[in-house]
């Protein structure tokens, strides 16, 4: 894949995420609205919301810097050990910054 096709595909990737911000952030707002005389009652899936969110918000910033190292002629090059990232893992990890052999050191959460 060439790197403007690339950078579309992080685009377009970040624009789905930002939109699906935005719906969580005001549902989480008329959720709030609604039930304010009711401070006190569990609200169901407000906390899975704000986890949804949370995880979102993490995947836009791995989007932007993945789009920033694009620019800067940096993608796929692992940052601890600067050696090249496979396509296969890009392909499957777009936003991940390590080679496999670094991402194991740092546990299988860390990208
Ligand atoms: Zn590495």
């Known amino acids: 894949m060439s790197h403007d096709q690339l950078k579309k595909q992080l685009e377009e990737r970040q624009a789905v995420l930002s939109r699906r911000v935005g719906k969580i ?3 989480l707002q008329s959720e709030h609205s609604a039930d ?3 401070q006190a009652v569990e609200r169901g899936n407000e906390p899975v919301l704000e986890a949804l969110d ?3 918000l993490a995947e836009l910033e ?3 810097l993945a789009v920033r190292r694009l620019e800067e ?3 796929g090059v692992c940052v601890a050990c600067e050696g ?3 396509a296969a893992r890009l392909e499957a990890l ?3 910054i390590r080679c496999l052999s ?3 050191l740092r546990g299988p959460l860390a990208g």
């Open 25 to 27: 952030h005001r549902d």
């Open 36 to 38: 304010s005389e009711e």
């Open 54 to 56: 949370e995880k979102i």
């Open 62 to 64: 791995a989007l932007r």
């Open 73 to 75: 002629g940096r993608y």
């Open 84 to 86: 090249e990232i496979p």
């Open 94 to 96: 777009p936003t991940t």
């Open 102 to 104: 670094c991402a194991d």
